[in-house]
């Protein structure tokens, strides 16, 4: 299972921390994403952060903005969210695709995900 939390109502420049917890299994050797969805649009990946060799991937209106870390101890990944806009809004889910084979920060590639948290970016 999978567990976000972080999300709130933010205002634009304004920073949050979205963090992804998983019980019931263990996140080594895993890649672990970010994925949004907005009103009236299609699921986009925001991030994606590999568990074991720390490889990243960040959709291009995030770069500068966002980081993906992990500690696996606490089987947690957060997203930190700074400079925040209001197109950044959207319900937010973590995704994990566990011992995963090539990486890929691709829905169709996730196995388990979380039942998201909302947020909103506005004045």
């Known amino acids: 299972q999978l567990a976000e939390s972080g999300g709130g109502l933010v205002q634009p420049g304004g920073s949050l921390r979205l963090s992804c917890a998983a019980s019931g299994y263990s996140l080594d050797y895993s890649v672990i994403g970010w994925f949004r969805q907005a009103p009236g649009k299609e699921r986009e990946e925001v991030s994606c952060i590999s568990t074991d060799d720390d490889r990243t991937y960040y959709i291009d209106s995030v770069k500068g903005r966002f980081t993906i870390s992990r500690d696996n101890a606490k089987n947690t990944v957060y997203l930190q969210m700074n400079s925040l806009k209001p197109e950044d809004t959207g319900v937010y889910y973590c995704?994990?695709?566990?011992?995963?084979?090539?990486?890929?920060?691709?829905?169709?590639?996730?196995?388990?995900w979380g039942e998201g948290t909302l947020v909103t970016v506005s004045s």
């Open positions: 995704a994990a695709d566990l011992y995963y084979a090539s990486y890929q920060c691709s829905a169709g590639a996730m196995d388990y």
